[in-house]
């Protein structure tokens, strides 16, 4: 069992709290205000993502360009620079591992808030058109199999349990789903 409970599964799981939390939020201000503020939802997240991930690219650009050690980083970080700049962490690795090979989760997560919301919240008004979308998407996600797709698919299904527990009955029917007698098959 141990390598299904290395880093990778908390990576996992990040990603599936990420879209349940998200939609969640999303579901509670279109109930309370009747819409959802795309300014205001965007605004959030550009600063809580963008301003901390630029200052790591520029600090280690900067490291790479002035530290010994580093120093052979520096070619292949500055061929890497525009897909970082760009918000393509996970294209920006293809030919092997750099420091931050790890900046994939980034790209997902900006991809995710730019295209999920607006698609779920302006495109599709009903619950049950936004549940079936989201697992209609995930369910290709799943059979692209790709590492980038599974990423993809984990954040819509934490996007279809909010919208599952978001519903009047939604917590009934997983409380039923997670009794005991029920898990054990």
């Not at 309370?32 to 959030?44: L, S």
Request: proline share 6%; glycine share 8%.
């Amino acid at each position: 069992l141990f390598g299904y409970l290395q880093g990778w599964a908390a990576v996992w799981i990040f990603l599936v709290m990420s879209g349940y939390l998200v939609t969640m939020l999303l579901v509670r201000e279109e109930r309370r205000d009747g819409r959802v503020d795309f300014g205001r939802f965007f605004a959030k997240r550009f600063f809580r993502i963008v301003p901390g991930y630029w200052a790591a690219v520029l600090i280690y650009g900067l490291a790479c360009w002035a530290l010994p050690p580093l120093e052979a980083d520096y070619p292949g970080f500055m061929a890497r620079l525009p897909a970082y700049l760009a918000f393509m962490p996970e294209y920006a690795d293809t030919d092997g591992y750099s420091i931050f090979t790890h900046a994939w989760t980034v790209g997902v997560e900006l991809k995710f808030y730019l295209l999920i919301p607006p698609i779920l919240f302006v495109v599709l008004r009903n619950p049950n058109g936004r549940l079936a979308a989201a697992a209609i998407a995930a369910a290709l996600f799943a059979a692209h199999g790709a590492f980038l797709s599974a990423a993809y698919c984990a954040v819509l299904c934490g996007v279809m349990l909010a919208l599952i527990l978001e519903r009047p009955h939604g917590y009934v029917v997983i409380a039923k789903l997670t009794r005991v007698p029920a898990m054990v098959p």
